[in-house]
């Protein structure tokens, strides 16, 4: 089975800050990646994803990922944070043969302070 | 399209009630996800369903829980009986069954039992 691991838990940074966000998976065939952003009581919504070619994707409001099929790795990027980026981040795995359901990192929770 | 529509938003109910999640999918999905999510465990998916059909319910914790998709475009999570343990926030997603697609999660239901 599939899993993903996020390195931060907890990442506070001040505004103008750049981010980037640890994503490990560990599966062996063919993957299709995500982040997913969670604002304060909200659901999750999607931020970019990753199904082939080009390894580097560009997401919604400035958010980017680059997909290291070498490390696993799926690492979220953007130049410059602001405030309202404040939420929790979550990397999810799907293999990508089928409609399996996603597996979700545990999260990191990001703190933008003013 | 209103997205996954879940009801209700929150639910307070007493150990040993019985509780029941309900999800509408996006109109024209044919896979369905319930997830959990919980601060010790983060986002676990509990069961999904491809074309009303649940194909892996592996994630559903015991048999006090049960899910069913009785069509296209309604599923209910059944907790009977509940207990405070299962408190937690439950995600119904949707999504286009195949490769390269991605899930749309509903607005969540917060369950606290007590």
């Known amino acids: 089975a599939q899993s993903v691991s996020q390195h931060n838990h907890h990442v506070i940074l001040s505004e103008a800050a750049s981010l980037e966000l640890g994503c490990n998976y560990s599966?062996?065939?063919?993957?299709?990646l995500f982040w997913y952003v969670q604002y304060p009581g909200q659901h999750l919504q999607l931020l970019l994803k990753y199904f082939s070619g080009d390894p580097l994707v560009k997401g919604i409001k400035g958010f980017e990922a680059e997909f290291i099929k070498s490390k696993f790795s799926f690492n979220l990027r953007k130049p410059s944070v602001q405030w309202s980026d404040t939420a929790e981040y979550f990397c999810a795995v799907k293999p990508g043969g089928g409609a399996d359901g996603l597996t979700f990192g545990k999260g990191t929770h990001l703190i933008i302070q003013p | 399209d209103a997205g996954v529509i879940q009801s209700p938003r929150h639910e307070v109910t007493e150990m040993g009630q019985e509780v029941t999640l309900r999800c509408k999918p996006i109109s024209g999905h044919n896979s369905l996800f319930w997830y959990r999510q919980t601060m010790m465990r983060g986002l676990e998916l509990l069961i999904y369903f491809n074309n009303n059909v649940p194909i892996d319910d592996s994630g559903m914790p015991e048999d006090r829980f049960s899910a069913k998709m009785p069509n296209a475009s309604f599923s209910t999570l059944k907790i009977q009986p509940s207990e405070p343990r299962d408190s937690a926030v439950y995600f119904c997603?949707?999504?286009?069954?195949?490769?390269?697609?991605?899930?749309?999660f509903g607005q969540g239901t917060r369950l606290t039992v007590v």
């Open positions: 997603a949707s999504s286009l069954r195949g490769i390269n697609t991605e899930a749309f």
């Open positions: 599966y062996g065939g063919t993957v299709n």
